[in-house]
């Protein structure tokens, strides 16, 4: 290691456009902190890419503070790295050592097509979540206070736990079927258990459902790497509990 930092050798995907077919290229970052987030190396490495004249890397990211999910990388073959229960921009550089070489690479999936280098677009998600991921709220001024509608601890805290996603997709990229369920069960769940979600929860199920089918996610098979590489820790027990929604709605359902 030199004085100030580590070396590193960086295999980035770039790419761009959509219809391009995009390719690995090699770049050379120098005195790198541990202290950095891996963000923070990339921006460094963009600066060297500006003051050589040549274009950046296009990568998301916004919050830079594991909130918004923007910050969408796959890392040496991993979603968010190689850290547990961390989002991309809260991964540090002291995961790493000197003379490492990285690979960068963006989400892949059918459903989740390349926009420019490590940019991926996830509207997918958006499209899930307009057709059922909400309440319906009566505005008439009668409505009555949530707070005064008692919840039972167990279902407020799963569905407390649920609504922790942030909807980044790395259920999805891990997914050797690219299956979007822990995400879109994540969602069902967090109304499911609420009294407020129950009274839509038929319909949102089956159309949340019908939806993901609808966008090109594949199917899940129980293997289970999503809720190792989701960063918010999301269950499996929400694939279970949405499963046992859609099969009671498909029942009564007259759709
Ligand atoms: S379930 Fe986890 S990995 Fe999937 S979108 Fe939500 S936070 Fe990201
Ligand atoms: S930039 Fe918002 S979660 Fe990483």
Same mark, same amino acid.
């Given at each position: 290691?030199?004085?100030?930092?580590?070396?590193?050798?960086?295999?980035?995907?770039?790419?761009?456009?959509?219809?391009?077919?995009?390719?690995?290229?090699?770049?050379?970052?120098?005195?790198?902190?541990?202290?950095?987030?891996?963000?923070?190396?990339?921006?460094?490495?963009?600066?060297?890419?500006?003051?050589?004249?040549?274009?950046?890397?296009?990568?998301?990211?916004?919050?830079?503070?594991?909130?918004?999910?923007?910050?969408?990388?796959?890392?040496?073959?991993?979603?968010?790295?190689?850290?547990?229960?961390?989002?991309?921009?809260?991964?540090?550089?002291?995961?790493?050592?000197?003379?490492?070489?990285?690979?960068?690479?963006?989400?892949?999936?059918?459903?989740?097509?390349?926009?420019?280098?490590?940019?991926?677009?996830?509207?997918?998600?958006?499209?899930?979540? &307009? *057709?059922?991921? @909400?309440? =319906?709220?009566?505005? +008439?001024?009668?409505?009555?206070?949530?707070?005064?509608?008692?919840? !039972? $601890?167990?279902?407020?805290?799963?569905?407390?736990?649920?609504?922790?996603?942030?909807?980044?997709?790395?259920?999805?990229?891990?997914?050797?079927?690219? &299956? *979007?369920?822990? @995400?879109? =069960?994540?969602?069902? +769940?967090?109304?499911?258990?609420?009294?407020?979600?129950?009274?839509? !929860? $038929?319909?949102?199920?089956?159309?949340?459902?019908?939806?993901?089918?609808?966008?090109?996610?594949?199917?899940?098979?129980?293997?289970?790497?999503?809720?190792?590489?989701?960063?918010?820790?999301?269950?499996?027990?929400?694939?279970?509990?949405?499963?046992?929604?859609?099969?009671?709605?498909?029942?009564?359902?007259?759709?």
């Amino acid at each position: 290691m030199t004085k100030n930092g580590m070396n590193l050798t960086l295999k980035v995907w770039r790419q761009k456009s959509d219809k391009d077919k995009g390719q690995i290229e090699t770049y050379q970052v120098n005195d790198i902190s541990e202290h950095m987030s891996f963000l923070e190396m990339m921006d460094t490495m963009n600066e060297q890419l500006i003051s050589a004249g040549k274009e950046p890397v296009a990568f998301d990211h916004d919050c830079r503070e594991g909130i918004c999910g923007s910050c969408s990388l796959f890392i040496n073959g991993e979603a968010h790295g190689p850290d547990r229960g961390v989002t991309t921009c809260q991964l540090h550089m002291r995961k790493f050592k000197d003379g490492d070489t990285i690979y960068i690479e963006p989400w892949r999936s059918k459903a989740f097509p390349v926009i420019k280098d490590l940019v991926v677009d996830r509207t997918g998600f958006d499209r899930i979540m &307009s *057709a059922g991921g @909400f309440i =319906s709220v009566n505005t +008439s001024g009668n409505t009555q206070d949530a707070n005064s509608i008692p919840i !039972a $601890k167990d279902d407020a805290d799963h569905a407390f736990d649920a609504a922790t996603c942030i909807g980044c997709g790395a259920c999805v990229a891990t997914c050797k079927n690219a &299956s *979007a369920m822990l @995400f879109v =069960s994540a969602k069902v +769940s967090q109304l499911a258990l609420l009294p407020q979600g129950k009274i839509e !929860a $038929k319909d949102r199920v089956l159309n949340m459902v019908e939806q993901m089918d609808a966008e090109g996610f594949g199917s899940c098979t129980n293997t289970g790497a999503c809720e190792v590489e989701c960063p918010k820790g999301i269950s499996l027990d929400n694939i279970a509990r949405m499963n046992r929604e859609f099969m009671g709605a498909s029942i009564t359902s007259d759709k």
